[in-house]
């Protein structure tokens, strides 16, 4: 089966640092969170808010060491007014027999404010 696991956070800046550093952050939790292993994950969609520019934030998850061949999709999120702004979000798509309710989503940050129902 394939479950999807989401994710999002915030930087404070539009910096290549702070991109690269948020997505990481992120990307751990939700592996760690949900046990997960490269072998498993299909592929990997992050959007990022048309404010943050300064690096792809893609390149933070292919440098984790054995996560190099994981498909990953980078794409803008959409310019809503009045939205999360500075704002990383993911997508992994993983082949698991872990039921919905045992999905760990993760939500950091400003993001928090996205799925107030989810706990972290």
């Known amino acids: 089966m394939v479950r999807g696991i989401r994710g999002a956070t915030t930087v404070s800046t539009n910096t ?3 991109i ?15 046990d997960l292993h490269a072998d498993d994950v299909a592929s990997i969609l992050i959007t990022s808010t048309p404010d943050l520019n300064a690096a792809f934030p893609a390149a933070a998850i292919r440098s984790l060491k054995g996560w190099e061949l994981v498909p990953l999709m980078g794409a803008s999120e959409v310019d809503v007014p009045n939205g999360l702004a500075l704002c990383i979000r ?23 404010k996205l799925r107030p129902d989810l706990k972290s």
């Open 20 to 34: 690269l550093k948020a997505t990481k952050e992120l990307s751990l939790a939700l592996i760690e969170r949900n």
């Open 90 to 112: 993911m997508m992994f798509l993983v082949n698991t027999d872990k039921s919905a309710n045992k999905i760990r989503h993760v939500y950091l940050n400003e993001a928090v």
């Open 16 to 18: 290549k640092e702070e």
